[in-house]
């Protein structure tokens, strides 16, 4: 169901804001759960989780495979010199496979530290509100939009 909603979202607002979608909704559903910790709306906003968080998983790859097509694209025009750049498409999806595991490392040992310095769990959506709407605010910055 997930990529299905996807699909039908990217034809109306592209790559970049499909994930700027996923950051913000993403954000605001952590936020909203550590500060109104009811059953139900946790419940609720952890359908909204497996939508958001497949979105921020899968669009930076297709990012990619986008960015690399616009590349092509520019080498084939009249005129466009020889490639110069040797990295591919399989070497950029390595690299962020690789930058994804390390976060996911480094998210792990330093939210441990934050429940142990807390002495509440509730810090974990609260860290991950604030960080998920940094990263909104770093897709509107510094994602470049691809057609």
């Known amino acids: 169901m997930g990529s299905d909603f996807q699909k039908v ?5 592209g790559l970049k804001g499909l994930y700027f979608m996923g950051y913000l909704l993403f954000g605001l559903g952590t936020g ?11 419940l609720v906003l952890c359908a909204l ?22 590349e092509e694209k ?5 005129g ?16 962020l496979t690789c930058m994804v595991q390390l976060a996911q490392i480094l998210v792990g040992g330093s939210l441990g530290f934050l429940v142990n310095t807390a ?5 974990v959506v609260i860290t991950a509100s604030a960080v998920a ?15």
Request: glycine share 10%; hydrophobic share 45%; charged share 15%.
């Open 9 to 13: 979202l990217v034809s109306y607002i």
């Open 32 to 42: 909203f759960i550590g500060l109104f910790p009811n059953v139900y709306s946790t």
């Open 49 to 70: 989780f497996g939508v958001m968080s497949s979105t921020l998983y899968t669009v930076p790859f297709n990012l990619i495979v986008e960015y690399h097509r616009e």
């Open 74 to 78: 520019e080498m084939q025009a009249p």
């Open 80 to 95: 466009a010199g020889p490639d110069s750049n040797g990295r591919g498409k399989g070497v950029d999806c390595a690299a």
């Open 119 to 123: 002495g509440s769990v509730i810090v």
């Open 133 to 147: 709407l940094i990263g909104c605010c770093f897709v509107a910055l510094f994602v470049r939009y691809v057609d």
